[in-house]
């Protein structure tokens, strides 16, 4: 059988740093003093602490691979080795933690797959699906919609009808608790290289997937997730579990409330807008009643929805000011 090596060997071997030793991942992180971290070996150490220079340089996540040295009893991280990637949300710009530097919360790093986890008795909109899109596309990861729930059967074929309607190529995998063979598709999604993340509002489900992967192999191998034992239920922190090589890595997270946009690089939600846009007369067309503007014309045909239009030039506006803010605080 593989180790459990946290896919610290691949990256090292990657990155050409295997003269390093002492490199481990972040699994846990409490705080500055309390990070749970674990070798290429697959052995957890509980308690590392940061480097007083890490603590006033670097916001970590859970993903992360760092190098860390034995101190006593202890371990002291001591440097962040480079991100493949890296998902971040808007937060207040007031906190400050580990993860959260002006205003922007690190989530996770160094991902391979992204699940959007949606539920079909939530609130549903567009504009909803539209910033996870936005915001969690990061490089180097393959983004999926999942939406659960989907015993909610009259709930979940609006839904689909309406994300089709406006994303037809979109793909989007459907479970249910009730429809245990639903949950195979993961299967066929994740790998043994894989470090793969559920974000989704509080009560999505995300939670009940990973246990529900982990239910099917705990009866048939008997392995024991791992976490700290202390039998919080709902989950607090980003959490690292690894259930078998079938499913590599997976990363459970706390319930994202708000999606502010803060970077939209890698995303194709709207490559067709910014192609129309490029085929307007004018440079520095507006998009609102200039001559020969390829937006207002595909308006006027029907090829493109006005109220998706507003929706995008909503979000462009917003990124605008997030950056514009940025700016401001780091003079
Ligand atoms: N009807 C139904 N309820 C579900 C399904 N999946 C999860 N739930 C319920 O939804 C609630 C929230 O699930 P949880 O996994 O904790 O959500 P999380 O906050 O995203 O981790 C729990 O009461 C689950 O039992 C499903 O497929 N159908
Ligand atoms: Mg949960
Ligand atoms: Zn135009």
Known sequence: MRIKDYCILPYLSSTDQSGFPLVARIIQIFNQKNITIADSQGVIYHSAFLSGSLKR??????????????IANSYRITTLLNRNNQLVKNTSAAR?????????????????????????????TIS????YLLQFQVPNTKLRIILTKQDFQSDFLKIKQLILKSYPKLAIFAVSIYDQPSF??????????????????????????????AGQTLQKVGQVRFGDQRGKHTTTSARFYFINDHFGYLIDTPGIKEIGLTNTAGTDVFAD???????????????TNEPGCAIQAAIQTGQLDATRFQRYEKYRRELDHHHKNKQGKQQ
């Open 57 to 70: 340089q670097a916001t970590l996540a859970v993903g992360d691979f760092v190098r860390y040295e034995k």
């Open 273 to 287: 807008i910014d192609d129309l846009a490029g085929h307007c007369r004018f440079k520095n067309c507006r998009h």
């Open 184 to 213: 195979a598709i993961f299967k066929k999604m994740l790998s043994n290289k894989s470090t793969s993340i559920f974000i989704g509002a509080s009560g999505a489900g995300k939670s009940t997937i990973i246990n529900q992967l």
């Open 96 to 124: 400050k933690s580990v993860h959260v530097k002006n205003g922007i919360q690190l989530i996770a790093a160094n991902l391979t797959d992204v699940f959007v986890v949606i539920a079909c008795d939530q609130r549903f």
């Open 128 to 131: 909803l699906l539209e910033r």
